[in-house]
Structure formats: structure tokens, C-alpha cells
């Protein structure tokens, strides 16, 4: 059965993007009858908060998003990315990584252009196994790797120049997102992924690493982000666009999921509506793969 997936990390409110991620990734699943669960990446140690992810739970409840199973957080997964650890480590794909982020700043060759992304130039590479107390990146094969993205055609990405081998377990014992990711995906038997154009430059990644632990690979596709009125980030604005702030300014989550819903290709305007009125709407191919500008009148 298909099966989608959300995935955002609770580092903060979920704002218009994000909301419009969740949105298209259930869509796409309740389409065509599959399921869709919501995981939290709350990984990331001290950034991530409790009450944050329940607030975001909130926000997706009061669009109709509600998971299929309980909610899973990351942060109660650690046995599953050690167990995936070790598998890697006995297949001979980790290594220890001994660079300080200054080193990592000064070894790294310029951002990869358009996202800001800088390969690790894999400095440690040589270097024994010291055991899982260490920060471990995976040794990537080299090549390319191609794929297809439901929205932005075939791709082909060497994750060797856009991440290099990526860390996925840290000095300060947090597992990275990558394996979680991964892991997760994996575990749940998730068919399709959809998330921000953002995450783009790291699929081709996370695709090796799905091959190293002998998992299957999802169908992906990667969301134009939500702009500013006039075109490219919102940046700070996009604090001003949550379910909440918006409600403070009269506009109803309906209202909001009609502006979604239009955004994504199932509705000739902006009207206010359910979640599950656009289900039987929803076809990728009337999926904008540009960013959408949100309405000047939010923000
Ligand atoms: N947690 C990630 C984020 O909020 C998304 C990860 C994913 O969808 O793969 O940006």
C-alpha cells in the first residue's frame, strides 16, 4: 500500500511551507488510497522541543493531517540508528571523522553554489575504526546517482560533491539526520516522499545510504518553497505565517487550506474548504514545480 509521510523537526511553528508540505504529501497518499504518518525529527538535541512538535501536531490536526498510527519520535528511536550503525560498521562503510567544525570550515571547498551546501572533502577517510564513540561518517561509493522526482523530472546528482560522505552520528552522541532519516523511511515502509526543494541536494545522499542498509527506495518529490509576495525567501516573515498568527488575523485554517489547495493544482481559486474535499482533486501533474508566492494580504 502507498504510504506518505511528514516529517518536520520541531524546531519551531510550522509556517505556510511547511503546512503546504504536509498538505501535498497527504494528498498525494490519500489519492490514491494510501496511508500517511507523521514522524518528528527531534534528533537534533538541544533544538528541538517537546511542546514544539505538540503545537505542530496541533496545527496539522486543525487542517484534518492526522497520522495514521502514533506519531513517532525520533528521539526514542536510538536503537534502531545503532542497530543501522553497526550493520554499516560491519560492512566496513564507517569511519571515524576527527574534524572540528573549524577544520570542517576551512577544509571545505565554496558552498555548493545554489544551496549552500559544502562536501566533506573526507580528510579522515584513511583513518582506523576507533569505535562508537567517535563522530562516523559513511564511506559513498563514488558515482552519480540518478532518480526521479515526481515533480522535477529525472535527476542526476553525485552526492560526492554535494555532501560528500555524510556524518551521521556526532561527537556529541545525537545521530544525524541523515541516518535517521533513512532508518525511519525505512522502518515504516514509507513509499513516498515529499518535502521542500530545499532538501533536494541531499536525496541523492540519502539514496546510497538506502542501498547501504538494504532498504528500498521511496518515490520522491521536492515542493517549490513558499515565497515572499514579490518573489524569492520570506525569511523572518515566515514566523508571521502559521495556522495561529494567521487565525489572529481572521483568516480560518479553511481559508488557508483553500490557499494550499490552490497552490497545489486542485482548485481553480483560493476558496476555503477541508482537506478532504481536495483529495480527489489532487494529481501531480497539476502541481506547480515553481515556488508559490504567498498572498500580499498575509504578509
Ligand atoms: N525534518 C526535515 C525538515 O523539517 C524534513 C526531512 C524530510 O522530509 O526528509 O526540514
Not at 533513512?182 to 541531499?202: H, M
Not at 527506495?217 to 524569492?232: D, F, M, S
Not at 482533486?281 to 504578509?299: I, K, L, M, N, S
Request: charge should be negative; include cysteine; aromatic fraction near 6%.
Amino acid at each position: 500500500m502507498p504510504l506518505g509521510r511528514f516529517a518536520p523537526s520541531p524546531t519551531g511553528l510550522l509556517h505556510l511551507g511547511n503546512l503546504r508540505t504536509a498538505l501535498a504529501s497527504w494528498l498525494s497518499a490519500r489519492a490514491v488510497g494510501g496511508g500517511w504518518i507523521v514522524r518528528m525529527e527531534d534528533v537534533d538535541g538541544p533544538r528541538c522541543r517537546r511542546e514544539l512538535g505538540e503545537a505542530q501536531l496541533r496545527d496539522l490536526d486543525a487542517l484534518g493531517l492526522v497520522s495514521d498510527v502514533p506519531v513517532v519520535w525520533q528521539s526514542d528511536r536510538g536503537s534502531a540508528y545503532r542497530e543501522a550503525l553497526a550493520a554499516l560498521q560491519a560492512g566496513d562503510l564507517l569511519y571515524p571523522c576527527l574534524c572540528t567544525r573549524k577544520d570542517l570550515q576551512t577544509l571545505a571547498s565554496a558552498p555548493h553554489a545554489e544551496d549552500g551546501l559544502r562536501p566533506y572533502p573526507g580528510r579522515c577517510r584513511e583513518r582506523d575504526w576507533e569505535g562508537f564513540d567517535r563522530a562516523l561518517r559513511l564511506r559513498l561509493p563514488e558515482g552519480p546517482v540518478a532518480w526521479e522526482d515526481r515533480l522535477l523530472g529525472p535527476q542526476m546528482d553525485d552526492p560526492g560533491a554535494l555532501t560528500g560522505d555524510p556524518l551521521l552520528f556526532r561527537r556529541d552522541g545525537c545521530f544525524a539526520y541523515h541516518l535517521a532519516v533513512a532508518v525511519d523511511d525505512g522502518a515504516k515502509g514509507v513509499t513516498e516522499v515529499v518535502r521542500g526543494a530545499d532538501l533536494r541536494p541531499v536525496t541523492a545522499t540519502h539514496i546510497r545510504l538506502q542501498e547501504a542498509l538494504g532498504l528500498p527506495r521511496p518515490a520522491y518529490a521536492h515542493l517549490g518553497l513558499v515565497a515572499a509576495p514579490e518573489g524569492g525567501r520570506l525569511g523572518k516573515r515566515a514566523g508571521a505565517l502559521g495556522l495561529e498568527a494567521l487565525a489572529e488575523r481572521g483568516v480560518s485554517a479553511e481559508a488557508v487550506l483553500g490557499w494550499l489547495g490552490w497552490s497545489l493544482g486542485c482548485l481553480e481559486r483560493p476558496e476555503p474548504c477541508r482537506a478532504e474535499d481536495l483529495a480527489p482533486r489532487f494529481d501531480w501533474r497539476r502541481v506547480p514545480p515553481g515556488e508559490v508566492r504567498v498572498p500580499a494580504a498575509w504578509a
